[in-house]
């Protein structure tokens, strides 16, 4: 029911707006776009003396609004996005992000931000020193120093230098380049397998057996260097252990694997098979040490693969840890 009382609309929602600062309780004003929130506060600067019994009314006729909604939406494609979950495919989502982008619909900076670091690095790399310069002080300061170090060095030179011109940019031009940002962002190709090739290859042979393993290497070193050296950047094998594991997280790592298969494992009798076992054993206690190598030696003799299969759970174990982020393993060295 509407109640006359001599204001317009946004005046009764201005002094809604003022009651409610009263209680601390207007904080979600934030969500209004900007224009909204101009005009709100240009009505609120115009006012001065609101009587008791025309305050009564706009609260009461405000109650009654509230009383008569049955639902409500977020309003814009990032709240519906976010309310509608994995209800969506991945492709449906992409597909309203790509439409929101070429529009120009809401704030661009947040998705932005959000952007996965490919793409990221992708805009920093290719347009305008004094777009990228914007981007950097717009994003989370981790995040852009992250960007930032993984600039060329020219490049890195030229957007610390187009910084110097931001301290001017109007939130108008802001919203601009944030526009232009996100629309080359969505622009770029979207690849149908997120996880790139030589880690998916570098999966696949951290199961294979060594000399499987070592014939696909020597046929891609020969076809395809550079991929080559990125697959055996990704591959983790037992004989990486020394390498690649933090000497803190054996003992986490040897709680993963059944003991029976752990022994297996360390009678390994390769060369580098070896020095892993002995990695490990070296970051073991004394007592649980000493255990272990007494079955090991125990065991007797073993066929190749049943040392293959064990070596390869082991990994197994240390990979799901890494995932669960239970452990951190070191990332692999550049050959000099």
Same mark, same amino acid.
Do not use: Y
């Given at each position: ?15 809604? *707006? ?43 006729? =405000? ?18 996005? !976010? ?14 992000? %790509? ?5 120009? &619909? ?10 996965? !670091? ?10 305008? @020193?004094? $777009? ?15 960007? =930032?170090?993984?600039?060329p060095r020219e490049r890195a030179r030229a957007v610390a230098q187009a910084m110097s011109m931001t301290a001017g940019v ?5 919203? %601009? ?21 030589t880690d998916r290859m570098g999966a696949i042979l951290n199961f294979a057996t060594a000399d499987l393993r070592d014939d ?29 594991? $933090?000497?803190? /997280? @054996?003992?986490?790592?040897? %709680?993963?694997?059944?003991?029976? *298969?752990? *022994?297996?494992?360390? !009678? ?10 002995? =990695? ?7 007592? $649980? ?8 030696? /125990?065991?007797?003799?073993? &066929?190749?693969?049943?040392?293959? /299969? ?11 840890l890494q995932e669960a982020g239970e452990i951190t393993l070191i990332l692999p060295q550049e050959d000099d």
């Amino acid at each position: 029911m509407t109640i006359h009382t001599g204001l317009n609309q946004r005046q009764k929602a201005a002094v809604i *707006v003022r009651l409610l600062l009263d209680g601390d309780t207007a904080s979600s004003l934030s969500r209004l776009d900007n224009e909204s929130q101009t005009l709100l506060a240009e009505e609120m600067a115009g006012m001065e003396l609101i009587d008791r019994q025309t305050r009564d009314a706009i609260i009461t006729e =405000f109650c009654d609004r509230l009383e008569s909604v049955g639902v409500t939406f977020p309003g814009d494609l990032d709240g519906t996005l !976010a309310m509608l979950g994995t209800q969506l495919s991945e492709d449906s989502t992409d597909r309203l992000r %790509r439409r929101a982008a070429v529009s120009g &619909r809401g704030d661009p900076w947040p998705r932005i931000a959000s952007l996965p !670091a490919p793409a990221i690095a992708t805009l920093a790399n290719s347009e305008a @020193v004094e $777009m990228v310069a914007l981007m950097l002080s717009k994003l989370p300061v981790e995040r852009a120093s992250e960007l =930032f170090v993984g600039l060329p060095r020219e490049r890195a030179r030229a957007v610390a230098q187009a910084m110097s011109m931001t301290a001017g940019v109007t939130p108008e031009s802001l919203h %601009r380049v944030g526009l232009i940002l996100l629309q080359a962002a969505e622009a770029l190709p979207r690849p149908a397998i997120s996880t790139p090739a030589t880690d998916r290859m570098g999966a696949i042979l951290n199961f294979a057996t060594a000399d499987l393993r070592d014939d696909v290497l020597d046929s891609l070193d020969r076809h395809d260097a550079d991929f080559a050296g990125n697959v055996r950047k990704a591959i983790f094998i037992f004989a990486h252990i020394p390498a690649r594991v $933090m000497p803190r /997280d @054996v003992p986490r790592i040897v %709680r993963e694997v059944d003991q029976p *298969v752990l *022994v297996r494992a360390l !009678a390994a009798t390769g060369e580098n098979e070896v020095a892993a076992a002995e =990695f490990i054993l070296a970051n073991l206690s004394q007592r $649980m040490s000493d255990g272990l190598r007494e079955e090991r030696n /125990d065991l007797g003799r073993l &066929r190749a693969s049943d040392l293959e /299969d064990a070596m390869t759970e082991v990994v197994s174990a240390i990979r799901r840890l890494q995932e669960a982020g239970e452990i951190t393993l070191i990332l692999p060295q550049e050959d000099d």
